[in-house]
């Protein structure tokens, strides 16, 4: 006789306990703490990243509290706890390497400057700044990027510094008080990068702006002696 899934009541039968199989869904809230703990591998070099890792930490923590409320329907804790560990390693270890860096790496006899002083005010007329003047003649010690049209050769001594990475990638033409014309006067040569670099050197200021390789005039100036990539 054939065989039938049917009841003597009419009503399909269901599957044994030992043929039941059970889907659960991979935590979103885990994976993306395991995201943004890779991505927060980049606070290492940049400190204004700081915040993916303590995202990752966020969303791991969600993620636990997601896994243990709802154990039957979700899966990922080792993805949470993946996350979880990258975070709060970094969130830890990033801003200590920064911390150190900043107190350690201004060379003795140099004064830490931003490019900010040095930039004339949105809007207002592209000159040097009272701040530039007042250092005209003085050792300082400042951040940023080469300007990739600045540079012809695999091995330059001169070169245009800028302040930010969107200035230095795009190669756009910068207010010229947000260029500094460097020249090295140690045994460093410079390449194109788009990395940050660490200077040192005597800055003046000229107020006949020099025209450089592919840039409409240069007001500041700097005797590099100290030149290298950023920790």
Known sequence: MLQTTETVAGEYSTPSDDAEFTYKALSRAAILATSFGVMGLMAWVAPLLTFLPLLAVIFAIAAFKNLKKYS????????????????????????????????????????????????????GQDIPTPAAFEMNGKKIFLKGYIHPTSISSMNAKTFVLV?????????????????????????????????????????????????????????????????????
């Open 72 to 123: 039957q329907e979700l899966t990922g804790t080792v993805w949470a706890w993946i996350g979880l560990v990258l975070g709060s390693a970094l969130l830890i270890a990033a801003p200590a390497k920064h911390t150190y860096v900043y107190f350690t790496e201004v060379p003795e006899g140099y004064e830490r400057v931003s490019f900010g002083v040095l930039k004339s005010p949105t809007g």
């Open 163 to 231: 302040p930010d990475w969107a200035t230095c990638c795009f190669g756009t033409q910068p207010p010229k008080t947000h260029m500094i014309e460097v020249r090295l006067t140690n045994d460093k040569f410079a390449q194109k990068s788009f990395r940050q670099h660490s200077l040192a050197g005597t800055f003046y200021v000229d107020l006949n702006p020099r025209h450089v390789d592919g840039l409409d005039g240069v007001y500041y100036f700097l005797e590099a002696d100290h030149f290298e990539m950023s920790r």
